[in-house]
Nanobody
Framework: QVQLVESGGGLVQPGGSLRLSCSAS????????MGWFRQAPGKDHEKVSC?????WYADSVKGRFTISRDSANNTVYLQMNNLKPEDTALYFC??????????????RGQGTQVTVSS
């Protein structure tokens, strides 16, 4: 049974850091494209980062966020530094079973809330 469970969100001040975790079961994260997405209230979801055919970042997070994969723990991480209020959103991870481009439609987790505020 495929499952994705995110953790690590919370309230942080501008300029702070968080590390999000996406723990996978039912498949191996090494084999498929894994991505992080976010959705702010009233907005469409936005792709933040993808580990697929290549590593990809949205322009808005380049230089601040780092995606990584831990094979031993079957987990994908998103290290977020220098957080800004506009990073506030529900962050969720997703696996794409066909192709090397990440999309949130094959299977996604429930998400973890990130709030950046002073």
């Amino acid at each position: 049974q495929v499952q994705l469970v995110e953790s690590g969100g919370g309230l942080v001040q501008p300029g702070g850091s968080l590390r999000l975790s996406c723990s996978a079961s039912g498949f191996t994260v090494d084999v498929y494209a894994m991505g992080w997405f976010r959705q702010a209230p009233g907005k469409d979801h936005e792709k933040v980062s993808c580990l697929g055919t290549k590593t990809w970042y949205a322009d808005s997070v380049k230089g601040r966020f780092t995606i990584s994969r831990d094979s031993a723990n079957n987990t994908v991480y998103l290290q977020m530094n220098n957080l800004k209020p506009e990073d506030t959103a529900l962050y969720f991870c997703a696996v794409t079973f066909l192709g090397g481009q990440c999309n949130p439609h094959d299977f996604r987790g429930q998400g973890t809330q990130v709030t950046v505020s002073s």
